[in-house]
């Protein structure tokens, strides 16, 4: 028994484009419909899914009537804004027939490296998953260039793993899982049922992608599974061609490859706070505040009696003692004008003061470290 997805109350699934489409042929709606289903069943169970879903520009070629993948970047993002509608109308009215609302999100690395936009898409998903909705999350192929593309999702599905703190991430794909080499190039190739995301010898497995139509491949699976355990989420990767294997994966049954991570969610998720902090300013709080934050509380507004540095909503900052200690860092919800209007002042005021609240924290403690 998997406790590691067993247990998982937040999970992410990823489900590539070779399955989302027959390899190419347009859009699956039976594998999506089952899909659907199964995710509905976690749902009932009590569990929050974020879906990561592929397939745009496979579908948008199969619309289009184009039969061979384009290499030009405009037509592949042509491709992907005709094939999101059909991927989007799929989910949309597959979810509803299970009685579940469904969301569009498409992310860019950009969002992700944005501490603003990083803060804003955190809140909007966690308010999507609040609401008890699912969001289904693809790349914005759109707007991006080759510099700036996940290119495959299942990076995407690890950065989202670490976005909303996911406790795992499940992979479905076209093989059983992780094998000992790629089982389509050597028949003798074993599966590995599991093992640590951040061992080295599993990326030598690994091969490229087994399709025309999928991007990623088993290297990609890897090493979202190496990111995803940087916030403590364990990866599984599993067929989604045998019935009901997400379920029997949310079981906790032994299929699959399982690859976990080896520190607790929350010390993962402040070792990666850390890693990503450079500071834009520094706040001096109150002895109450300091005390707070030493309880494992979040920063309020009242508690901070100076403001330095010039900053956006989602820097980093310093939270220091009066006399100058450094005792934490965190990603901080105002502005550092807006930071400097409401410090001192109770949640209660700050509406009145910059004319709306967005945030009751000052820095929620998920953003905060301590030192
Ligand atoms: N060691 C390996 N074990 C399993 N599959 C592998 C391995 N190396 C390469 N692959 C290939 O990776 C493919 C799955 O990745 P990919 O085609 O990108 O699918 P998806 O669209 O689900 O992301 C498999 O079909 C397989 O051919
Ligand atoms: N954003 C692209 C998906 C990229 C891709 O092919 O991913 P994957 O199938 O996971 O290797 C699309 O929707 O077509």
Redesign the pocket.
Known sequence: MRRQIAEARRVVVKV???LVTNNGQGLALDFIAECARQIAALHADGRQVLLVS?????AGMQRLGWTTRPHAMHDLQAA?AV?QMGLAQAYESTFLSHGLKAAQILLTHEDLADRTRYLNARSTLQTLLDLAVVPII??N?TVVTDEIKF????TLGALVANLVEAEALIILTDQKGLYSADPRLDPAATLISEGRADDRRFEAMAGG?GSG????GMITKVRAAQRAAKSGAHTLIVSGREPDSLLAAARGETIGTLLYAAESPLAARKQWLADHLQLAGALTLDAGAQTALAGGRSLLAVGVVRVEGDFERGAAVACRSHDGREIARGLINYSSSEARRIAGHGTQDIEALLGYIDSAELIHRDNLVLL
């Open positions: 590539g484009s070779a592929s397939g745009a520009i496979a992907a094939g693809n790349e192929d290119g495959d999702n299942d992608a139509i999928s991007k990623g």
